[in-house]
């Protein structure tokens, strides 16, 4: 029995953790995994998130019932609001079907099935940037949604490959489906700028494409949640079809609670209700019940004017220390190392992740030899850098980069 099993590789993020963990060289640096440390490399727990656990803490009302199947309802209206706008036409028409689900993995594989099953189909497949999070190649075929690429980076510019990127969206069939990265494109950091979002809507209506939005930082960057929300806004203002998962790990520091939501736009208040209808039946089959600790936390959050100020202003510690760490690794990179090459890019990109440019081969180097571990195409978690570290960082970058 189960000899037939062959032995699955490990998941080349996380295995980049477990890796470092077990790493005991004092100089070790974790580049891997997408998420925030503070200046010491240590997580950090938000203080907004402290004040909400507390106040859930001395709530007698709270108990550990079921949630409702399609979630917490005032944690999932509040989500909407955040990502869309409340004054957006969407939200004030009541035409968005708002699920809780297992963070942004969970809203991609709910949004994924529903999709499977229920989309008007010519032919079926979904389009994701090349390259894209590795998991976007894992979520969909597990739902017999074969995934292909459309070309995004640019390897000779370090930043977007925007004719060819419109032209798929050109030459693709009427009514495909495209993945876009809401913000802070994962893993290159590199992001189109708004006329470029407004040539990619153009292109997406008159083909009647679908929008498969996939947000998992906003806010986290630029430290502005309105200005991180601009290209789904944009999209529904403009009334491209779409949907948006949405994950709250990364902009309330919430990883392990797995607080996420999938949103979809109808095109009536009717059409939302039977959307919803039916992802509650896909989600019964699944989970039965989000978990309810997370986006209890969220709500309180997200429903309190107080407590959204305190989550701001933690949003822009977060974001500011990333865009610091930015500027001061192109600093040693160019004026101090003066190594070859141009990296404008490490300031010119987005988010918790930069794109350095560096081949698997060097990225190997840096693992083995430096301690520094970053997955093989040479992205880097801008949340890893510290002051402590960066310096360490820029030299062995440099070694690698001057073989
Ligand atoms: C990442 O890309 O490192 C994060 O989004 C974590 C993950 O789940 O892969």
Not at 153 to 175: H, M, N, S, V, W
Not at 214 to 220: N, P, R, V, W
Not at 221 to 249: H, I, M, T, Y
Request: hydrophobic share 40%.
């Amino acid at each position: 029995r189960w000899e037939a099993v062959p032995l699955a590789p490990p998941d080349s993020i996380f295995k980049l953790t477990a890796a470092y963990k077990a790493d005991t060289h004092p100089n070790k640096v974790n580049l891997g995994v997408g998420a925030y440390r503070d200046d010491d490399s240590k997580p950090w727990v938000l203080p907004v998130v402290k004040k909400a656990t507390e106040i859930l803490l001395n709530d007698p009302t709270v108990d550990h019932e079921y949630l409702p199947i399609t979630g917490l309802p005032e944690y999932t209206a509040a989500a909407a609001r955040l990502v869309f706008g409340k004054d957006s036409s969407v939200i004030k028409d009541e035409r968005v079907a708002s699920v809780q689900t297992i963070s942004g993995t969970g809203a991609n594989h709910l949004g994924a099935l529903f999709l499977s099953k229920f989309y008007g189909w010519n032919e079926k497949r979904i389009y994701v940037s090349d390259p894209t999070w590795v998991n976007h190649h894992a979520i969909f075929p597990q739902v017999g949604i074969p995934v292909s690429t459309y070309p995004y980076y640019d390897p000779q510019t370090i930043g977007l490959a925007f004719p060819a990127f419109l032209e798929t969206l050109k030459t693709a069939p009427a009514r495909s489906v495209f993945l876009l990265h809401a913000c802070a494109h994962n893993p290159t950091g590199v992001d189109p700028t708004r006329e470029q979002w407004g040539q990619i809507a153009d292109a997406m209506l008159e083909k009647g494409h679908f929008a498969f939005f996939d947000s998992a930082y906003q806010g986290f960057a630029s430290g502005d949640l309105e200005n991180d929300a601009w290209a789904v806004r944009e999209f529904a203002r403009r009334s491209v079809p779409l949907l948006v998962c949405q994950s709250f790990a990364k902009n309330a520091g919430l990883y392990g609670e797995r607080v996420g939501a999938l949103h979809i736009v109808a095109p009536s208040k009717e059409g939302a209700a039977r959307i919803k209808s039916q992802l509650s039946v896909l989600a019964r089959a699944e989970i039965s019940n989000p978990p309810a600790h997370g986006a209890r936390l969220v709500s309180l959050i997200l429903n309190s004017d107080e407590l959204f100020e305190d989550w701001k202003r933690d949003i822009k510690t977060m974001a500011g220390r990333i865009i610091a760490m930015r500027k001061e690794l192109h600093r040693l990179l160019t004026e101090e190392l003066k190594t070859p090459g141009n990296w404008d890019h490490i300031v010119n990109q987005i988010g918790m992740f930069s794109f350095t440019g560096i081949g698997p081969a060097q990225s190997q180097a840096l693992v083995e030899k430096a301690h520094i571990y970053l997955t093989s195409n040479g992205r880097i978690s801008m949340a890893g850098l510290n002051s402590h570290n960066i310096r360490y960082f820029a030299t062995q970058l440099d070694k690698a980069v001057r073989g």
